[in-house]
C-alpha cells in the first residue's frame, strides 16, 4: 500500500531537529575580550595553595636593595586584610567556575542502605511460633545528565570565568596599590629620620654657639645682637623637632596598618 507523504512530514522534521542539535556547539559563540593580562595557569589546575597570596612578577621594589624594604613588603602582601579579601574574591570565583564546569557532565550519586527486618515463623520442632532478624543491604549509583541545548549551562561557565579574570585583576589592582603605598611610606621614615638627625645635630651645634657667644659676650667681645642671634637660631632648630617627630610617628602608623599589625603593640620595620 503506498503511503501519503503528508503523515512522514512531522517525522522528518523531528530527525532533522535532532541532527542539527548533533552538529552544533551546547553554547554560544564566545570570544573572549582582551584583558590587558593572562590568568596564571596554576588558578586554574589548582596547584599551588588555596591561600598563596598574589606577588607582583616586577619586584621592583628590590632596586633599592633594602633589605628592610623587602621585609616590610612581603608583610603587607602576606598580612594585609584588604589583600587578604580580594584573595577570598579570587577563590570564589575560582569555586563558582569549578561548579558551573561540573554541572556540564553527568552527575553520579552513590547510595549506600541497610535495613534490618524481623521475620516470625513456626518451628517444627518445638510447635512455637519464633522470630529472627535479617539484615539486608543495598548499593545504588544513580547517574543524572543535563543536555544544555540552549547553551545555559555554557553561559553560566563563561560567565563565572569572566568573574575570575575580574576577580584576579582587581587583587593584583590591590597588591600593586598597597605595595606602592607601603614603599612610599618606608621611604618617607627614612627620610624623615634623615631630618631628625640633621635637626638634632643642628641642635646640638647651636646650643654650643650659643655657649661660645654667651662667654665671648661676658669677656665683652660679642655683642647682645649676636646673644639673641644665636638664641633664635637654636629656638628655630628645636622647633622643627617635634613636627618632623609627629610626622614619622604617623608614617609608622600607617605603615604598621599596612602590614596587618596593631599599631600601638607593633615595632614598625
Known amino acids: 500500500m503506498r503511503r501519503n507523504p503528508a503523515y ?18 551546547l553554547g554560544p ?33 628590590e632596586a633599592f636593595g633594602d633589605s628592610g624594604l623587602n621585609r616590610v613588603v612581603s608583610a603587607v602582601v602576606k598580612n594585609n586584610p584588604d589583600i587578604a579579601q580580594a584573595a577570598a574574591g579570587v577563590m570564589e570565583a575560582r569555586a563558582a567556575v569549578t561548579q558551573t ?17 524481623e ?31 540552549w547553551g545555559r ?16 585583576q582587581n587583587r593584583r589592582t590591590v597588591v600593586q596599590s598597597l605595595v606602592a603605598e607601603a614603599v612610599s611610606l618606608y621611604l618617607r621614615i627614612g627620610f624623615l629620620e634623615g631630618q631628625i638627625d640633621i635637626t638634632e645635630s643642628m641642635v646640638s651645634s647651636y646650643k654650643q654657639n650659643l655657649e ?15 646673644v639673641h642671634q644665636a638664641r633664635r637660631s637654636l629656638a628655630r632648630a628645636e622647633s622643627e623637632l617635634p613636627s618632623l617627630i609627629e610626622a614619622k610617628g604617623k608614617a609608622r602608623h600607617a605603615l604598621s596598618i599596612l602590614q596587618g599589625k596593631y599599631p600601638e603593640n607593633s615595632k614598625p620595620e
Open 101 to 117: 564546569g561540573a554541572d556540564q557532565y553527568p552527575a553520579l550519586n552513590l547510595e549506600a542502605r541497610a535495613a534490618t527486618q
Open 29 to 61: 559563540d564566545y570570544s573572549r575580550p582582551d584583558a590587558g593580562f593572562t590568568i596564571p595557569s596554576h588558578f586554574l589546575s589548582g596547584k599551588q595553595a588555596e591561600t598563596a597570596a598574589y606577588v607582583p612578577q616586577d619586584k621592583w621594589w
Open 212 to 226: 661660645l657667644v654667651g662667654a665671648r659676650y661676658q669677656r665683652g667681645l660679642s655683642s647682645v645682637l649676636d
Open 8 to 25: 512522514l512530514l512531522p517525522g522528518f522534521v523531528f530527525a532533522l531537529v535532532l541532527a542539527s542539535a548533533g552538529c552544533m556547539r
Open 153 to 168: 549551562l555554557a553561559r553560566a561557565s563563561q560567565a563565572a570565568r569572566a568573574e575570575l579574570l575580574a576577580a584576579e
Open 119 to 149: 521475620q516470625q515463623y513456626i518451628n517444627p520442632i518445638t510447635r512455637k511460633k519464633e522470630s529472627v532478624e535479617i539484615d539486608t543491604y543495598s548499593l545504588s549509583l544513580p547517574a543524572s545528565f543535563e543536555l544544555d541545548l
